[in-house]
């Protein structure tokens, strides 16, 4: 089973498609491949995010009660 | 009547019983005069006042610190007339009187003690923050005792406290203190720190901790030690000697161990901190990730942009060689069968040509060359 990829190697692969689409080498074929696979990328992202920020939510409500 | 007529040897033996009798021990308060140590062992002096003087002997062992002609002392002992050496006290505790003997004698302990090493910075050894098990020594019904717990407590709790009670001041003081840390010191399960502690009070009354044997005691434990005599001026050898000295016992109990109430609200600020430092990353994250969403766009739309132009450029390149544009010109095609007709030069007059025009076609007899 893959294990999913961290939030460094998926910012990490994002860069290095926007590098590509600046490079005078791209092509046209490559161009909506490129597209996709960087949305894609944002979308995966954007989740991480959202669950970092649950997660720290259900700590700081835990470590609330724990002090009370 | 008849004079009861005694031997000297018989004599003796009545005097000693009859002192013995009468006065077990006796403590007598003077001046030291003619004060030595012989071989090392044995201590020989007087105590004087304006009009008598008493012989005394005794060991080193006895002495509170070193004693010098002059200095007032109180001595317990027991009075016997010896059958060679004649009347003396043989010593069992001395105790110095008054404060200008009490600091004298300090002072040349201290001299003494010092010189041994015994106060050096680099024997102090880190108490435990905050300890587990403290092991107290002190008087049970000081006031004392009774700050040092209860600041002790209102600070921090779960520590367990070990006390012996002991006297703080007086003849049978240095005794008790010695014997109190040697107990802790012997324990299975020895306690994180020792607490030697009491209140202010005379330079009497605070003599004990400035004695040799206390000093040593406090010097050699192996178990960290804090030492804490509420008084103002004078800072006793005991508290030089100890890995930790406090101004009173209520701030032996501040230096032992933290004030939870300040953690608290120190973890609290650590708290916010934490807090506000995770929304802080999670919103940078954010603004970068929908710059780099923007960047996405922007690149693909630029790129095509740029395929665009190139495409659009070489339509035109290409259109320019299209041959119906030069048709439109004026220009002909020219076709003799399925030959295509570039220059004249094999053109006859006769040949039928096929003309192509811009909008017709043409089909010709040749009636003139002309090259």
């Given at each position: 089973m893959k294990t999913a990829k961290s939030y460094q190697e998926l910012s990490a692969e994002l860069d290095g498609i926007l590098a590509k689409l600046q490079s005078p080498e791209v092509q046209v074929d490559e161009l909506s491949e490129l597209y996709k696979d960087g949305l894609k990328i944002i979308t995966q992202l954007e989740d991480h995010l959202k669950q970092t920020e649950n997660i720290i939510e259900k700590i700081k409500l835990s470590a609330a009660k724990e002090i009370e | 009547m008849t004079d009861l007529i005694l031997g000297v040897s018989e004599f003796v033996a009545i005097l000693n019983q009859t002192l013995e009798y009468a006065y077990p021990n006796v403590v007598i308060e003077g001046e030291l005069a003619n004060f030595k140590v012989s071989k090392n062992r044995w201590v020989y002096f007087d105590l004087k006042d304006d009009q008598a003087s008493v012989k005394f002997f005794g060991t080193i062992y006895q002495l509170p610190g070193p004693l010098e002609d002059g200095m007032k002392v109180a001595v317990r002992g027991v009075p016997r007339l010896h059958q060679q050496f004649g009347f003396s006290v043989t010593v069992q505790t001395i105790t110095l009187v008054g404060e200008g003997s009490i600091k004298k004698a300090s002072k040349l302990l201290e001299a003494k003690l010092a010189a041994e090493g015994l106060f050096e910075e680099s024997r102090k050894r880190p108490l435990p923050y905050p300890p587990k098990r403290i092991g107290l020594v002190a008087s049970a019904e000081s006031a004392a005792y009774h700050d040092f717990i209860k600041v002790l407590k209102k600070r921090w709790g779960g520590v367990k406290i070990i006390l012996i009670d002991v006297?703080?001041?007086?003849?049978i003081a240095p005794k008790q203190i010695e014997q109190a840390i040697e107990q802790f010191n012997q324990?299975?399960?020895?306690?994180?720190v020792l607490v030697i502690t009491r209140g202010g009070g005379s330079a009497d009354d605070l003599q004990a901790f400035s004695t040799e044997q206390v000093t040593r005691a406090v010097a050699s434990s192996r178990i960290p030690t804090l030492v804490a005599i509420g008084h103002e001026v004078d800072i006793s050898l005991a508290e030089l000697a100890a890995d930790k000295r406090a101004s009173t016992p209520s701030n032996a109990a501040e230096l032992l161990v933290p004030d939870r109430r300040a953690l608290k609200a120190n973890l609290q600020n650590q708290r916010e901190y934490l807090d506000q430092i995770a929304s802080r990353n999670l919103s940078d994250a954010r603004k970068n990730l929908v710059a780099r969403h923007d960047g996405l766009n922007l690149g693909v739309e630029q790129l095509i942009d740029r395929f665009k132009s190139d495409f659009v450029l070489r339509a035109k390149l290409l259109s320019a060689y299209d041959p119906h544009a030069a048709l439109a010109r004026g220009y002909a095609i020219v076709h003799k069968g399925v030959e295509l007709i570039?220059?004249?030069?094999n053109i006859a007059v006769g040949d039928e040509l096929d003309i192509q025009l811009y909008e017709a076609h043409l089909t010709v007899d040749v009636k003139k060359v002309r090259i």
């Open positions: - | 006297q703080v001041q007086g003849e324990m299975a399960n020895m306690p994180d570039r220059g004249g030069k």
